[in-house]
């Protein structure tokens, strides 16, 4: 074939061609006038959503399809767009144009503005279009075909905004929001078939959701097999983008991290509560502040269809790491199960505690009195434990602390608190009923070989350095009630104590005895054993104990109030040395046991910080009796003038007389 043929042939296919491109696009313009979309897409569009639909220029290209410009759909009430569109591109198929037909094959909406709208009665602006409305059954009429097929197989939306007005609001609080950078696209559309979407968004908050995978059965009941992802890189964003009520709660948390929510979903779309099938949190340096500190979480929580599980998941305070392990499961049904485990190596308290005590509050804010808690109805059935290799508190050291609880039926029970204490050990049960208004507990608390200075040195700092010895402890206390009034006016139980090889000293007690007494050798009491019980009942403590010690020997017996007054009888004893000291004269004799041991019966009023001391003159009468009879009757039974005095006035008297008070 020479060049000439060629070039005929190569001219001929190109006029061909052209002539071809030529009648098409005469076709086209015949059979997609603007005319004939805006009458044959309009109707559709407005009959479907029952709103009143405008639409701007239309221009036709062969090789780009239909493209519809400034496409606005009216809200059903008021001037405000529904949707709004710049631009809407419907892509047609090419062979159907031979037939005479125009077969629209895609729809790409070009920066879309959806505007949803919440009523004050909680409707929504497109409320009515979820009415299925029914329609009298009518005969089938023939009907012609449109020149334009709108069996669209795929939908494309680029940079979309939908905008929520919420004139209802949180809290009684309006707000609006929007969602912005929308891109969605759903291909192979059949209203009975599988086809994919995809869908992305930056919502408010600074935070990105993605989601993609497939829907099924559009036409008869709707599937999904998707996977969804939202990523918040700066929680420090997420207040301002929330709505006022719930973001100015956010923000008093000041939040900082970020986290990342990845879920797979499966199911019909009529059940949302199962489509669920599983998923993962993950915390990323997540800070918040609540309750005058700033925990940092970090790690994994592994979701299930209806259970929950974390996977190195820490919780640091104060530069202190706990481990935590939790599990949950039955999550979309009642009573949800949960595990927890918390461990660590060492905890120090005191970081967390606040720096200062709080003022004391004032008369009108005593006044106030605060509400009790509860009842609780917890739809809960949980359990966990607790282990530390230390625990510091003020200035204890707790070794190897355990705790074991659970919670049921709205009552919590602490199976076992155990650990070592100042050279001794601790252990301790309790029950807390959650289900009553202020909280009904009870407790069981155990001591052993504890040192009572340490103790008291970290539970009553003003009282540090006055006991010494080894503690033992045991206690059985019920209560009701979480204010401070309601405690003390609640709290009963009784217990046991002793303290073995120790001494009693410094501010209180036995400085003001020894004062009283002018028996220096008092002040620092040492014992072999100090012993007691008590009973607490009506903010009154019920008390008596007994102390065998090398200088002084007693036994007490009275009441101690919740207001730290004291109502006790004191029946002292002295060693010879000391009673020496204090009993004046040769009557000393009488006020001695046959190993010359001082007795001296008192009475003990005042507070627990400041005491008052004064003979108990019935008890000292009865000690009188016998020996002393004889000799006060002849020194000090009658008066000037030959008369007898009261027993009472001579037994106060008579009392002073010896001891000098």
Same mark, same amino acid.
């Given at each position: ?29 015949? *059979? ?22 405008? *639409? ?76 299925? +409305? ?128 990845n879920l797979k979903l499966a199911g019909a779309a009529k059940q949302p509560k199962e489509l669920l099938q599983g998923g993962e949190l993950t915390l990323n340096t997540v800070q918040l502040t609540a309750g005058g500190q700033r925990p940092t979480l970090a790690g994994q929580l592994l979701l299930g269809k209806d259970s929950l599980e974390s996977t190195g998941l820490t919780l640091t305070l104060k530069e202190q790491k706990l ?113 009553? +208004? ?164 008192? +009475? ?58």
């Open positions: 074939m020479n060049r000439q043929k060629l070039i005929k042939i190569a001219g001929l296919s190109t006029g061909i061609v052209v002539a071809l491109l030529v009648g098409l696009t005469i076709l086209v313009k015949v *059979l997609i006038s603007p005319e004939l979309v805006k009458k044959t897409v309009l109707p559709k569009i407005s009959a479907a959503i029952n709103r009143q639909v405008s *639409l701007g220029d239309v221009s036709v290209s062969i090789f780009s399809g239909i493209r519809l410009h400034d496409l606005v759909v009216q809200d059903r009430e008021g001037s405000e767009p529904f949707v709004k569109a710049d631009a809407i591109r419907l892509e047609y198929r090419f062979w159907p144009l031979l037939r005479k037909r125009v077969e629209i094959s895609q729809i790409r909406l070009e920066s879309p503005l959806v505007r949803v709208v919440r009523n004050g009665d909680a409707s929504f602006n497109f409320s009515d279009l979820l009415v299925t +409305k029914q329609r009298p059954t009518q005969p089938a009429e023939p009907k012609a075909k449109d020149p334009i097929d709108l069996s669209v197989s795929e939908v494309v939306i680029s940079d979309g905004r939908l905008i929520f007005d919420d004139r209802k609001g949180l809290g009684g609080k309006p707000y609006l929001t929007e969602i912005t950078a929308i891109q969605f696209a759903a291909q192979q559309i059949s209203l009975e078939g599988e086809f994919p979407i995809s869908l992305q968004a930056a919502l408010p908050g600074g935070m990105q959701f993605d989601l993609s995978g497939t829907v099924a059965r559009v036409g008869s009941g709707p599937t999904v097999a998707l996977g969804a992802k939202l990523i918040a890189k700066d929680l420090t964003k997420l207040a301002a983008g929330l709505p006022p009520s719930l973001g100015e709660k956010i923000e008093k948390l000041a939040l900082a991290g970020g986290l990342e929510l481990a935590i392990g939790l599990k949950a499961a039955n999550l979309l049904a009642t009573p949800i199960r949960l595990s927890m485990a918390i461990s660590g190596d060492t905890l120090d308290l005191n970081k967390l505690l606040p720096a200062k005590a709080a003022a004391p509050a004032s008369a009108a804010t005593k006044s106030a009195a605060k509400p009790e808690p509860g009842p609780l109805k917890l739809p809960l059935i949980a359990n966990g434990t607790v282990s530390l290799n230390s625990l510091l508190f003020r200035t204890l050291s707790i070794s190897k602390p355990s705790l074991s609880w659970r919670l049921a039926d709205n009552v919590l029970t602490v199976d076992s608190l155990k650990g070592g204490l100042a050279g001794g050990s601790f252990s301790d049960t309790a029950r807390v009923n959650l289900g009553v +208004k202020g909280f009904s507990y009870s407790t069981q608390l155990t001591v052993q070989g504890v040192q009572a200075d340490q103790l008291v040195a970290a539970l009553a700092p003003k009282a540090s350095g006055t006991t010494f010895g080894t503690l033992a402890f045991k206690t059985d206390l019920q209560g009701n009630g979480a204010q401070p009034d309601a405690i003390k006016r609640n709290l009963n139980g009784n217990g046991t104590f002793a303290i073995t090889d120790g001494k009693l000293t410094g501010e209180g007690f036995m400085p003001q005895l020894a004062s009283y007494l002018k028996a220096d050798a008092l002040r620092i009491l040492r014992f072999s054993r100090y012993e007691g019980d008590f009973a607490i009942r009506n903010s009154i403590v019920t008390l008596n104990t007994s102390l065998d010690g090398s200088d002084a020997k007693f036994k007490t017996s009275g009441t101690a109030g919740f207001d730290k007054s004291i109502n006790m009888g004191l029946d002292l004893r002295l060693s010879p040395a000391i009673t020496g000291q204090v009993v004046r004269g040769s009557a000393g004799r009488f006020l001695t046991d046959s190993q010359g041991w001082g007795i001296l019966p008192l +009475k003990v009023g005042g507070t627990v910080g400041s005491p008052r001391f004064t003979l108990d003159s019935v008890q000292a009468g009865e000690h009188l009796k016998g020996k002393l009879q004889e000799e006060l009757s002849n020194r000090l039974l009658k008066d000037k003038q030959g008369q007898p005095r009261p027993e009472k006035q001579l037994l106060e008297q008579g009392l002073k007389g010896l001891f000098g008070r």
